[in-house]
């Protein structure tokens, strides 16, 4: 585990996926935590009760049209934090001090996990020229 995650409130690595078994990454995500939390995908809260799920399609769309790309996005989704890389990865980790069942979204007051909801969106320049 690095620093960020120990510094995020991140537990332990539950699953990490590759977005390109999905068609978007919002499937991904969904598909992802209802595998971890043994449920239908239908029984999950809509994510986009908790970010702009079509932004964040849009944001990793381009991906599958460039070569590389240092995107990055955290967010927490239930009782996890995911991390979204422009490389292609979705990573899972379960959030320490959230008890099983601790739904955190929109309406609940202000708890540590919903304090770290809006996390990072980082796009640097391509290292083409090294």
Same mark, same amino acid.
């Given at each position: 585990m690095s620093d960020d995650d120990a510094d995020s409130g991140s537990s332990g690595l539950v699953s990490t996926v590759s977005l390109d078994e999905y068609? /978007?990454? /919002?499937?991904? @995500?969904?598909? /992802? #935590?209802a595998t971890i939390e043994g @449920? /239908?995908?239908h029984e999950l809260p809509p994510l986009r009760t908790?970010?702009?799920a079509d932004a964040l399609d849009n944001l990793f769309a381009r991906r599958r049209q460039a070569t590389e790309s240092? @995107?990055? #996005?955290g967010f927490i989704y239930l009782d996890y934090e995911v991390v979204v890389t422009g490389d292609g990865d979705l990573t899972v980790f379960e959030l320490d001090g959230v008890e099983r069942g601790g739904r955190v979204g929109p309406g609940v007051e202000s708890t540590a996990a919903a304090s770290r909801i809006a996390?990072? @969106?980082y796009d640097a320049p391509s290292d083409e020229n090294e």
């Open positions: 068609g /978007t990454v /919002t499937e991904a @995500v969904v598909t /992802t #935590i @449920v /239908t995908t908790y970010l702009d240092k @995107v990055r #996005i996390d990072t @969106v």
